[in-house]
């Protein structure tokens, strides 16, 4: 079974620019979360779809950053502009559904660097 | 605020050792409980989770769970060198649509 898969792995852009990042969940997976990593920080929740829906949004920064998933599979996280604290790498994961034994698995994440 | 606390370390233990990972949380309402390893430059890789009080074991991995306490830890027994990881709790709960939220990891390192 594949994994979950993310594109770019890495990205350098310069301030100001837009940059998109990419995720395919394993397949039947209704759940799939965006998350944010910082160097020696835990993963943070940046935005979590039930199927096409974002059912938790709170702690993106609506302002530059943004999400889709249409027809509830792949899913793309934009950020536009980018500023230099945007590097970090970011993180998608998926699971089969909610519940008591949710276990969530990651893609390989893309490392944003903005210059 | 929902927290998720873990010594940063680095924790240093001898190749053969048991390694003891400990993990507390804030919100009480937290029901199921995941360790995850990290590898350098790499994602985050689900070891083991655990949903009720005391001990689950698989391979040389145990994790124990206290909720009167809120306490999760975990414990690698046999250390080899390729533990040698950063190890992420998380906590997720009904309320947040069970979405992980993760400590800051513990490194550790298993010595020859």
């Known amino acids: 079974e594949a994994g979950v898969v993310q594109s770019p792995r890495y990205k350098i852009i310069e301030k100001k620019q837009p940059v998109a990042f990419w995720c395919n969940p394993i397949s039947g997976h209704n759940t799939l979360y965006w998350y944010l990593q910082n160097l020696g920080q835990g993963p943070e929740l940046l935005i979590r779809?039930?199927?096409?829906?974002?059912?938790?949004d709170s702690q993106l920064p609506k302002d530059r950053f943004s999400a889709e998933r249409l027809k509830g599979v792949d899913s793309t996280l934009k950020i536009q502009p980018a500023e230099l604290g945007d590097s970090a790498v970011y993180l998608c994961a998926s699971s089969p559904g909610r519940g008591l034994n949710t276990e969530a698995f990651f893609g390989q994440g893309t490392r944003l660097t903005v210059v | 605020q929902k927290e998720v606390e873990q010594n940063s370390g680095p924790l240093s233990v001898p190749e053969g050792a048991i390694a003891s990972l400990n993990c507390t949380y804030s919100d009480r309402g937290s029901q199921s409980f995941f360790w995850y390893r990290q590898y350098s430059g790499k994602s985050p890789e689900l070891i083991m989770s655990i949903y009720s009080n005391g001990d689950k074991e698989d391979g040389r991995f145990t994790a124990q769970l206290n909720k009167a306490s809120q306490y999760v830890s975990l414990l690698i027994r046999d250390s080899q060198p390729s533990d040698s990881a950063t190890y992420l709790c998380?906590?997720?709960?009904?309320?947040?649509?069970?979405?992980?939220?993760f400590g800051k990891g513990t490194s550790l390192l298993v010595t020859p």
């Open positions: 998380a906590a997720a709960d009904s309320n947040s649509g069970y979405a992980l939220n």
């Open positions: 779809y039930e199927n096409e829906e974002a059912v938790d």
